[in-house]
T-cell receptor, first 114, second 112 residues
Framework: NAGVTQTPKFRVLKTGQSMTLLCAQD?????MYWYRQDPGMGLRLIHY???????AKGEVPDGYNVSRLKKQNFLLGLESAAPSQTSVYFC?????????????FGPGTRLTVT | GQNIDQPTEMTATEGAIVQINCTYQ??????LFWYQQHAGEAPTFLSY????GLEEKGRFSSFLSRSKGYSYLLLKELQMKDSASYLC?????????????FGRGTSLIVHP
């Protein structure tokens, strides 16, 4: 099992450019999440999905869009990148419910917007 | 909303014991997680508490008091490889969904 994978690992964008980050998981998890991590700020939830075809806003959704057309994939889009979106982006997935059901994280995408 | 507090940084000596605290305020509490994150890497799961008390896993233990909104992670027999950031995450039920919220993390530096 590959677990959670993210594409690309690094990217440099110019202000105003767009891009899509791809997250894939092979564990048949229902829940998927996108976080950004900035120094001193911890992990902040951008958007999440509780199942195929459903998405919801997290703590910091502005400037991002997401889609979950297939259960195993969760895409994060930046329509018009801004320097404030320079960050490390982590995707995660988990099972559903009240049990332990910890999150499994991808390796991260380091994005720089100039 | 949720409010999760952890110390920003802690230092400790190899072989010692260190306790990392996490306090939280939330509605719909449904479990507390601890994750470890080494520099430049993804977080990895360490422990989970949903009931009051202590959970022990080798050198790591985690404690929860729901009435006090308080948890701690205890690391014994510290090793240099334990130098990492430790993230506290509180899961709550929001609109039928089980969503974790993370604190800002505690950077632990272990020195010889």
């Amino acid at each position: 099992n590959a677990g959670v994978t993210q594409t690309p690992k690094f990217r440099v964008l110019k202000t105003g450019q767009s891009m899509t980050l791809l997250c894939a998981q092979d564990m048949n998890h229902e829940y998927m999440y996108w976080y950004r991590q900035d120094p001193g700020m911890g992990l902040r939830l951008i958007h999440y999905s509780v199942g195929e075809g459903t998405t919801a806003k997290g703590e910091v959704p502005d400037g991002y869009n997401v889609s979950r057309l297939k259960k195993q994939n969760f895409l994060l889009g930046l329509e018009s990148a801004a320097p404030s979106q320079t960050s490390v982006y982590f995707c995660a997935s988990s099972l559903v419910g009240q049990g332990v059901y910890e999150q499994y994280f991808g390796p991260g995408t380091r994005l720089t917007v100039t | 909303g949720q409010n999760i507090d952890q110390p920003t940084e802690m230092t400790a000596t190899e072989g010692a014991i260190v306790q990392i605290n996490c306090t939280y305020q939330t509605s719909g509490f449904n479990g507390l997680f601890w994750y470890q994150q080494h520099a430049g890497e993804a977080p990895t799961f360490l422990s989970y508490n949903v009931l009051d008390g202590l959970e022990e896993k080798g050198r790591f233990s985690s404690f929860l008091s729901r009435s006090k909104g308080y948890s701690y992670l205890l690391l014994k027999e510290l090793q240099m490889k334990d130098s990492a950031s430790y993230l506290c995450a509180v899961r709550s039920v929001t609109g039928g969904s089980y969503i974790p919220t993370f604190g800002r993390g505690t950077s632990l530096i272990v020195h010889p």
